[in-house]
Protein backbone atom coordinates (compact mmCIF):
# COMPACT_ATOMS: atom_id res chain seq x y z
CA UNK A 1 0.00 0.00 0.00
CA UNK A 2 2.92 2.22 0.72
CA UNK A 3 4.33 1.83 -2.27
CA UNK A 4 1.16 2.11 -4.16
CA UNK A 5 0.44 6.01 -2.50
CA UNK A 6 4.42 6.75 -3.69
CA UNK A 7 3.40 5.91 -7.18
CA UNK A 8 0.56 8.36 -7.14
CA UNK A 9 2.34 11.08 -5.20
CA UNK A 10 4.87 10.82 -8.49
CA UNK A 11 2.34 10.65 -10.92
CA UNK A 12 0.92 14.20 -9.29
CA UNK A 13 3.98 15.82 -8.96
CA UNK A 14 4.65 15.09 -12.77
CA UNK A 15 1.23 16.00 -13.96
CA UNK A 16 1.45 19.72 -11.71
CA UNK A 17 5.07 19.95 -13.13
CA UNK A 18 4.64 18.84 -16.48
CA UNK A 19 6.60 16.74 -18.87
CA UNK A 20 10.61 16.63 -18.93
CA UNK A 21 10.47 18.01 -22.60
CA UNK A 22 7.55 20.79 -21.66
CA UNK A 23 9.97 22.32 -19.16
CA UNK A 24 12.77 22.09 -21.64
CA UNK A 25 10.74 24.14 -24.30
CA UNK A 26 9.64 26.53 -22.02
CA UNK A 27 13.37 27.61 -20.14
CA UNK A 28 14.41 27.70 -23.90
CA UNK A 29 11.52 30.06 -24.55
CA UNK A 30 13.08 33.69 -24.37
CA UNK A 31 11.58 36.58 -23.46
CA UNK A 32 10.80 39.20 -26.28
CA UNK A 33 9.08 42.57 -26.97
CA UNK A 34 7.22 43.89 -30.52
CA UNK A 35 7.52 47.75 -31.58
CA UNK A 36 5.03 48.21 -33.72
CA UNK A 37 6.73 52.28 -33.83
CA UNK A 38 9.15 50.19 -35.73
CA UNK A 39 7.95 46.44 -36.44
CA UNK A 40 10.44 45.16 -34.93
CA UNK A 41 11.22 42.93 -31.70
CA UNK A 42 13.75 42.89 -28.80
CA UNK A 43 14.61 39.34 -27.32
CA UNK A 44 16.51 37.44 -24.33
CA UNK A 45 19.67 39.46 -23.74
CA UNK A 46 19.29 42.58 -25.77
CA UNK A 47 15.91 42.75 -24.23
CA UNK A 48 16.68 42.34 -20.31
CA UNK A 49 19.86 44.68 -21.21
CA UNK A 50 17.18 47.03 -22.38
CA UNK A 51 14.85 47.49 -19.40
CA UNK A 52 17.85 47.44 -17.56
CA UNK A 53 19.51 49.75 -18.93
CA UNK A 54 16.92 53.14 -18.98
CA UNK A 55 14.90 51.73 -22.10
CA UNK A 56 13.65 53.76 -24.39
CA UNK A 57 15.45 56.93 -23.13
CA UNK A 58 18.66 55.64 -23.55
CA UNK A 59 18.27 53.29 -27.00
CA UNK A 60 14.80 54.41 -28.64
CA UNK A 61 12.66 52.18 -30.88
CA UNK A 62 14.75 49.31 -31.88
CA UNK A 63 15.84 49.70 -35.75
CA UNK A 64 16.62 46.67 -37.18
CA UNK A 65 16.10 42.46 -36.45
CA UNK A 66 18.84 40.97 -34.97
CA UNK A 67 21.42 39.83 -37.13
CA UNK A 68 24.88 38.49 -37.82
CA UNK A 69 27.54 41.70 -38.46
CA UNK A 70 31.04 40.60 -38.59
CA UNK A 71 30.54 36.84 -36.70
CA UNK A 72 28.79 39.17 -34.03
CA UNK A 73 24.99 38.97 -33.22
CA UNK A 74 23.71 42.82 -33.14
CA UNK A 75 20.37 44.73 -32.91
CA UNK A 76 20.27 48.60 -33.86
CA UNK A 77 18.17 50.78 -31.99
CA UNK A 78 17.62 54.28 -32.73
CA UNK A 79 20.78 55.68 -30.41
CA UNK A 80 22.83 52.46 -30.10
CA UNK A 81 23.98 49.16 -31.36
CA UNK A 82 23.64 46.37 -29.20
CA UNK A 83 26.08 43.41 -29.38
CA UNK A 84 26.47 39.63 -27.97
CA UNK A 85 29.21 38.59 -25.84
CA UNK A 86 28.05 35.68 -24.73
CA UNK A 87 31.62 34.08 -22.94
CA UNK A 88 31.95 37.95 -21.45
CA UNK A 89 30.95 38.31 -17.92
CA UNK A 90 29.33 41.00 -19.34
CA UNK A 91 26.94 39.75 -21.85
CA UNK A 92 25.58 42.42 -23.99
CA UNK A 93 27.67 45.53 -24.88
CA UNK A 94 27.05 48.38 -26.75
CA UNK A 95 29.04 49.47 -30.04
CA UNK A 96 31.36 52.65 -30.21
CA UNK A 97 29.20 54.42 -32.65
CA UNK A 98 30.15 57.86 -32.56
CA UNK A 99 34.34 56.71 -33.18
CA UNK A 100 33.17 54.63 -36.15
CA UNK A 101 31.08 57.53 -37.04
CA UNK A 102 34.25 59.71 -37.30
CA UNK A 103 33.13 62.12 -34.89
CA UNK A 104 36.42 61.95 -32.54
CA UNK A 105 38.83 64.80 -32.27
CA UNK A 106 42.12 65.56 -30.81
CA UNK A 107 42.82 65.71 -27.19
CA UNK A 108 42.83 69.08 -25.53
CA UNK A 109 45.93 70.04 -23.89
CA UNK A 110 46.66 68.86 -20.48
CA UNK A 111 47.51 72.40 -18.94
CA UNK A 112 43.82 72.80 -20.24
CA UNK A 113 42.14 69.48 -18.09
CA UNK A 114 40.35 70.45 -14.89
CA UNK A 115 41.91 70.03 -11.37
CA UNK A 116 41.72 66.27 -10.01
CA UNK A 117 38.95 67.60 -7.60
CA UNK A 118 36.73 69.90 -9.66
CA UNK A 119 32.91 68.88 -9.47
CA UNK A 120 31.41 70.55 -12.43
CA UNK A 121 34.04 69.12 -15.11
CA UNK A 122 36.19 65.49 -15.19
CA UNK A 123 39.00 64.48 -17.44
CA UNK A 124 39.52 61.59 -18.79
CA UNK A 125 43.27 60.89 -19.74
CA UNK A 126 42.44 57.70 -21.67
CA UNK A 127 40.88 60.02 -24.95
CA UNK A 128 42.29 63.21 -23.70
CA UNK A 129 39.11 65.00 -23.15
CA UNK A 130 36.07 66.72 -20.35
CA UNK A 131 32.80 65.91 -19.39
CA UNK A 132 31.30 69.05 -17.68
CA UNK A 133 27.94 70.66 -16.08
CA UNK A 134 24.64 68.77 -17.38
CA UNK A 135 26.26 66.32 -19.28
CA UNK A 136 28.42 64.98 -16.55
CA UNK A 137 25.60 64.91 -14.24
CA UNK A 138 23.77 63.04 -16.95
CA UNK A 139 26.63 60.25 -17.58
CA UNK A 140 26.69 59.79 -13.74
CA UNK A 141 23.32 59.10 -13.71
CA UNK A 142 23.26 56.42 -16.61
CA UNK A 143 25.84 54.21 -15.74
CA UNK A 144 28.71 56.00 -17.18
CA UNK A 145 31.46 54.53 -19.13
CA UNK A 146 29.36 51.21 -19.20
CA UNK A 147 26.94 52.91 -21.43
CA UNK A 148 28.23 55.47 -23.40
CA UNK A 149 31.98 55.18 -23.20
CA UNK A 150 34.81 57.70 -23.01
CA UNK A 151 34.07 61.35 -24.47
CA UNK A 152 36.01 61.89 -27.85
CA UNK A 153 35.35 65.69 -28.35
CA UNK A 154 34.44 68.53 -25.83
CA UNK A 155 30.64 70.11 -26.10
CA UNK A 156 30.35 71.60 -29.32
CA UNK A 157 27.97 73.69 -31.52
CA UNK A 158 26.14 71.57 -34.24
CA UNK A 159 23.64 72.68 -36.50
CA UNK A 160 22.71 75.97 -33.75
CA UNK A 161 22.46 73.02 -30.77
CA UNK A 162 25.19 72.24 -28.34
CA UNK A 163 26.43 68.47 -28.30
CA UNK A 164 29.15 65.92 -27.11
CA UNK A 165 30.36 63.10 -28.91
CA UNK A 166 31.11 59.75 -26.59
CA UNK A 167 32.21 56.55 -27.85
CA UNK A 168 29.13 54.97 -28.15
CA UNK A 169 26.83 58.34 -27.66
CA UNK A 170 25.86 61.84 -28.22
CA UNK A 171 24.50 63.91 -26.08
CA UNK A 172 22.43 66.96 -26.87
CA UNK A 173 21.19 69.69 -24.71
CA UNK A 174 17.75 70.77 -25.43
CA UNK A 175 17.01 73.86 -23.25
CA UNK A 176 13.27 73.87 -24.77
CA UNK A 177 12.31 70.92 -22.26
CA UNK A 178 11.30 70.80 -18.64
CA UNK A 179 14.37 70.37 -16.23
CA UNK A 180 14.83 66.95 -15.62
CA UNK A 181 14.77 66.30 -19.76
CA UNK A 182 17.17 68.66 -20.89
CA UNK A 183 19.84 66.72 -21.57
CA UNK A 184 18.65 63.67 -24.81
CA UNK A 185 21.05 61.16 -26.66
CA UNK A 186 21.02 61.63 -30.24
CA UNK A 187 20.33 59.12 -32.99
CA UNK A 188 23.60 57.26 -33.88
CA UNK A 189 21.79 54.49 -34.41
CA UNK A 190 19.79 55.69 -36.82
CA UNK A 191 22.56 57.21 -38.74
CA UNK A 192 24.51 54.23 -38.81
CA UNK A 193 21.75 51.72 -39.74
CA UNK A 194 20.10 54.10 -42.39
CA UNK A 195 23.34 55.02 -43.90
CA UNK A 196 25.47 51.50 -43.84
CA UNK A 197 23.48 48.68 -43.71
CA UNK A 198 21.82 46.64 -45.53
CA UNK A 199 18.15 48.00 -46.39
CA UNK A 200 16.69 44.57 -45.95
CA UNK A 201 17.63 44.41 -42.27
CA UNK A 202 15.56 47.66 -41.69
CA UNK A 203 12.46 45.66 -42.83
CA UNK A 204 10.08 45.44 -40.52
CA UNK A 205 7.76 42.13 -40.24
CA UNK A 206 4.81 42.31 -42.07
CA UNK A 207 3.34 39.25 -40.25
CA UNK A 208 3.08 41.01 -36.90
CA UNK A 209 2.71 44.45 -38.19
CA UNK A 210 -0.15 46.12 -36.26
CA UNK A 211 -1.29 49.50 -37.77
CA UNK A 212 -1.33 52.56 -35.38
CA UNK A 213 -5.56 52.66 -36.21
CA UNK A 214 -5.19 49.61 -33.85
CA UNK A 215 -2.20 50.82 -31.58
CA UNK A 216 -3.66 53.64 -30.58
CA UNK A 217 -6.80 53.20 -28.28
CA UNK A 218 -6.45 56.30 -26.52
CA UNK A 219 -4.81 59.34 -25.31
CA UNK A 220 -3.55 61.37 -22.59
CA UNK A 221 -2.25 64.75 -22.29
CA UNK A 222 -0.48 66.56 -20.01
CA UNK A 223 0.23 70.23 -20.07
CA UNK A 224 2.72 72.67 -17.84
CA UNK A 225 3.74 76.09 -18.51
CA UNK A 226 7.27 77.65 -18.50
CA UNK A 227 6.23 79.80 -15.57
CA UNK A 228 3.51 79.04 -12.69
CA UNK A 229 4.41 83.18 -11.87
CA UNK A 230 4.63 85.67 -14.26
CA UNK A 231 5.28 89.68 -14.44
CA UNK A 232 1.94 91.45 -15.89
CA UNK A 233 3.54 91.82 -19.29
CA UNK A 234 5.40 89.66 -21.15
CA UNK A 235 5.29 86.20 -22.83
CA UNK A 236 4.49 82.39 -21.28
CA UNK A 237 4.93 79.34 -22.89
CA UNK A 238 2.87 76.27 -22.92
CA UNK A 239 4.26 72.48 -23.29
CA UNK A 240 1.68 69.75 -23.94
CA UNK A 241 3.03 65.70 -23.84
CA UNK A 242 0.39 63.38 -25.45
CA UNK A 243 0.65 59.66 -24.95
CA UNK A 244 -1.35 56.45 -25.88
CA UNK A 245 -2.89 53.98 -23.15
CA UNK A 246 0.26 52.35 -22.47
CA UNK A 247 1.91 55.83 -22.23
CA UNK A 248 3.95 55.54 -25.59
CA UNK A 249 4.40 59.08 -26.76
CA UNK A 250 2.00 59.83 -30.23
CA UNK A 251 3.54 61.41 -32.86
CA UNK A 252 1.18 63.61 -35.16
CA UNK A 253 -1.34 64.36 -32.49
CA UNK A 254 -3.17 67.77 -33.35
CA UNK A 255 -3.14 69.91 -30.31
CA UNK A 256 -5.17 73.50 -29.66
CA UNK A 257 -5.52 75.58 -26.70
CA UNK A 258 -7.83 78.02 -25.09
CA UNK A 259 -5.96 80.72 -22.83
CA UNK A 260 -9.02 82.06 -20.66
CA UNK A 261 -7.49 85.69 -20.33
CA UNK A 262 -10.09 87.61 -17.79
CA UNK A 263 -10.24 89.90 -20.61
CA UNK A 264 -11.26 87.10 -22.77
CA UNK A 265 -10.27 83.68 -24.63
CA UNK A 266 -7.76 83.49 -26.69
CA UNK A 267 -7.28 80.42 -29.36
CA UNK A 268 -4.01 79.34 -30.95
CA UNK A 269 -3.20 75.59 -32.78
CA UNK A 270 -0.04 74.06 -32.10
CA UNK A 271 2.59 72.65 -34.09
CA UNK A 272 1.30 68.85 -34.20
CA UNK A 273 3.74 66.34 -31.60
CA UNK A 274 6.86 65.64 -33.04
CA UNK A 275 8.44 61.86 -31.97
CA UNK A 276 8.22 62.16 -28.32
CA UNK A 277 4.81 63.48 -28.53
CA UNK A 278 6.03 67.09 -27.57
CA UNK A 279 5.11 70.24 -28.38
CA UNK A 280 5.00 73.86 -27.59
CA UNK A 281 4.02 77.39 -28.19
CA UNK A 282 4.89 80.85 -26.97
CA UNK A 283 2.06 83.58 -26.44
CA UNK A 284 1.97 87.36 -25.13
CA UNK A 285 0.43 88.39 -21.84
CA UNK A 286 -1.05 91.21 -23.41
CA UNK A 287 -1.85 93.47 -19.98
CA UNK A 288 -3.03 91.14 -16.91
CA UNK A 289 -3.48 92.79 -13.36
CA UNK A 290 -1.52 91.69 -10.52
CA UNK A 291 -3.20 88.81 -8.59
CA UNK A 292 -4.97 87.39 -11.71
CA UNK A 293 -5.43 83.35 -12.44
CA UNK A 294 -5.06 82.79 -16.05
CA UNK A 295 -6.45 79.05 -16.90
CA UNK A 296 -5.35 77.16 -20.09
CA UNK A 297 -7.15 74.34 -21.41
CA UNK A 298 -5.25 72.20 -24.40
CA UNK A 299 -7.03 69.69 -26.67
CA UNK A 300 -5.30 67.12 -28.30
CA UNK A 301 -6.45 64.50 -31.43
CA UNK A 302 -5.58 62.05 -33.20
CA UNK A 303 -7.40 60.10 -35.54
CA UNK A 304 -10.65 60.18 -34.13
CA UNK A 305 -9.47 60.00 -30.87
CA UNK A 306 -9.00 63.31 -27.96
CA UNK A 307 -8.10 64.16 -24.42
CA UNK A 308 -7.97 67.53 -22.91
CA UNK A 309 -6.35 68.76 -20.33
CA UNK A 310 -5.70 72.20 -18.39
CA UNK A 311 -2.88 74.10 -16.16
CA UNK A 312 -2.61 77.86 -15.22
CA UNK A 313 -0.35 80.40 -13.64
CA UNK A 314 -0.65 83.89 -11.59
CA UNK A 315 0.10 87.47 -12.84
CA UNK A 316 2.49 88.94 -10.00
CA UNK A 317 4.22 92.32 -9.65
Known amino acids: MKSVRLLIAIALTTAALGAPGELRAQAQTPPSQYFPQTGHTVRGGFLQFFNAHGGLEIFGYPMTIEFNEGGQLVQYFQRARMEAHPTS ?68 WENGRLVQYLQRARMEWHPEFPENQRVQLGNLGEIYATTRLDPSVLRPDPAIWVSDTL ?37 GAAVTAVVRFPSGDRSMALSATDANGYTRATFDLGQLDPGQLVVVRARASWAALATETQTSFFAWW
Open 89 to 156: PNPVWLGSLASELGYSEPPIPTANAPSANDPNRRYFSETGHTIAYSFLQYFDAHSGLELFGYPITEFQ
Open 215 to 251: RIASLRATAFLQWAITRPTGQQTLYVYVLDQRGQPVQ
